[in-house]
């Protein structure tokens, strides 16, 4: 679905990338990076914290743990680009995304870390009918308002 990742799934699973992360102590739900992390050229600093795939408790029976191990890169790097609305290229300039190459990035990511294409698509769906809360929020943070 996003054309930036070309190459990507050429390596074994093992050879990814993968975030270290440990709960937040008195936030249910919520993790913190705990080293850079950093995917081709995506990149997100140490200290971020973020809830995993944001997914209502309600609806995890259906969707799945938000804390699935081969999907936690995938929303770590969705969720940085949903709070900043963009992305930055190899010279290190940043370049406005939209919500749904966010939304493309984060299926691709999914699917070269080993999420099935059934339940990648299923939390893309996902993502495209109720992303919008988060992105219009983030959006607003970013404006100042």
Do not use: N
Request: glycine share 12%; proline share 8%; charged share 25%.
């Amino acid at each position: 679905m996003a054309d930036s990742l070309d190459g990507a799934d050429e390596l074994p699973v093992g050879e990814l990338p993968l975030p270290v992360y440990k709960p937040v102590l008195g936030r249910m739900g919520a993790v913190e990076l705990h080293q850079d992390f950093h995917f081709q050229h995506y990149f997100v600093q140490r200290g971020t914290i973020w809830d995993g795939q944001s997914v209502p408790r309600w609806l995890w029976p259906v969707a799945g743990s938000p804390f699935d191990p081969l999907s936690m890169p995938a929303s770590l790097i969705h969720d940085e680009l949903y709070r900043l609305g963009r992305y930055f290229d190899e010279s290190g300039t940043g370049q406005p995304i939209s919500r749904l190459r966010a939304d493309g990035i984060f299926y691709d990511l999914c699917i070269i870390y080993g999420v099935p294409i059934w339940a990648a698509y299923k939390k893309y769906l996902g993502l495209r009918v109720g992303g919008w809360v988060a992105w219009r929020r983030h959006r607003r943070k970013r404006e100042g308002g």
